[in-house]
């Protein structure tokens, strides 16, 4: 079983920063993409950040510039730099990872919980 576990959502001002960090845990192989996505109520989920296994990164119109992703391959963690927010950004993000649980398994899709992120105007 492989598990991911969000931390460091949390509620700031318009123009603070966050940090979201993101572990995968369990039975895990390898890695390959591994990103961020987030739902606000009423809304589709739309892609925030991704980032892939060599470090190839692709941002949504509406954060570039502001949100850096990065990762810890040797952690299996993924972070997301979160400056100048604005009250849009508001939402639950998820973390999400592209896992290959044993040698000879192909990859897998896996989600966290969520962290709530709220930014005030």
């Known amino acids: 079983q492989v598990r991911l576990v969000e931390s460091g959502g949390g509620l700031v001002q318009a123009g603070g920063s966050l940090r979201l960090s993101c572990t995968a845990s369990g039975s895990i192989f390898r890695s390959n993409d591994m990103g961020w996505y987030r739902r606000d109520p009423g809304k589709q989920r739309e892609l925030v950040a991704i980032?892939?296994?060599?470090?190839?990164?692709n941002y949504a119109d509406s954060v570039k510039d502001r949100f850096t992703i990065s990762r810890e391959n040797a952690e299996n963690t993924v972070y997301l730099q979160m400056n100048s927010l604005k009250p849009e950004d508001t939402a639950l993000y998820y973390c999400y990872a592209q896992i290959a649980p044993r040698l000879g398994s192909g990859w897998s899709e896996y989600w966290g919980q969520g962290t709530q992120v709220t930014v005030s105007s």
């Open positions: 980032i892939t296994s060599g470090d190839n990164t």
